[in-house]
């Protein structure tokens, strides 16, 4: 059964970086898409960026430019480059996986979440 695994969470000044991982076991299908999410209290779920099978990427408008997805192994660990963070960016970041090959940013389309992770920036 597919397990996702967040890490690298944390606060961090205005400006600064972070970089979040997601551990990916478990999974069996040939193709599928990683997302990272992210919800602020009291605002919903928002997609932030993805990586599909063949390293496609895509990004919120919100985030083009300071924040970028990789992967290594296959998609068994993804990452996502945190730069010049904003207070505004504050949230839960949350990693999950779709079957398929095609991008989304559309929370719904992912079937599976890890626990979530806390990122603050402030100071």
């Known amino acids: 059964q597919l397990h996702l695994v967040e890490s690298g969470g944390g606060l961090v000044q205005p400006g600064g970086s972070l970089r979040l991982s997601c551990a990916v076991s478990g999974f069996t299908l040939s193709a599928y898409t990683i997302g990272w999410f992210r919800q602020a209290p009291g605002k919903e779920r928002e997609g932030v960026a993805c990586?599909?099978?063949?390293?496609?990427?895509m990004y919120a408008d919100s985030v083009k430019g300071r924040f970028t997805v990789s992967d290594e192994n296959g998609k068994r660990t993804v990452y996502l480059q945190m730069n010049n963070l904003r207070p505004e960016d504050t949230a839960i970041y949350y990693c999950?996986?779709?079957?398929?090959?095609?991008?989304?940013?559309?929370?719904?389309?992912?079937?599976?979440w890890g626990q979530g992770i806390q990122v603050t920036v402030s100071g």
């Open positions: 990586i599909s099978f063949g390293g496609h990427t």
């Open positions: 999950a996986a779709a079957s398929g090959s095609t991008g989304s940013l559309t929370a719904g389309d992912y079937g599976r």
